[in-house]
């Protein structure tokens, strides 16, 4: 299994305090440019989904991608556009991540987040 992390500039290890703890890797430093909420910024993600999935090493073309499912509920169960308006973006991803069907069918609530998030 390989995971594709998005929004993360680095790791920070100047934080650890016990070089030997396995559970400490250091802390976050995001990356501030990233942006998912243009248009073409979510299309391209899509992409990027489909490119991974065509590759032919990539068992059973099996790829967990959040942006195809949070796609499929904007156009088939909300009957709207996609790419969605940026503006739009995050109160319609937010809602879509809440939904247990959602984060079911992405086998954890853990490949989506929301910073600063209450």
């Known amino acids: ?15 650890i305090e016990d070089r030997w703890d396995v559970e400490d890797y250091g802390d976050i430093v995001w990356d501030d440019s990233f942006d998912l909420t243009p248009k073409d ?9 489909a490119k ?3 590759f032919q090493r990539t068992y059973n073309q099996e790829v967990t991608c959040f942006m195809r499912g949070f796609r499929d509920w904007i156009q088939g169960v909300k009957g709207e556009e996609f790419p969605v308006e940026p503006s739009e973006f995050v109160p319609k991803l937010k809602e879509w991540s809440k939904l247990k069907r959602s984060m079911a069918e992405y086998k954890s609530d853990t ?5 600063g998030d209450d």
């Open 52 to 54: 991974i999935a065509s």
């Open 1 to 15: 299994e390989v995971s594709f992390i998005w929004g993360v500039e680095g790791v920070d290890s100047s934080t």
């Open 111 to 115: 490949l989506l987040g929301f910073i």
């Open 41 to 49: 910024s979510q299309v391209a993600f899509l992409e990027i989904c």
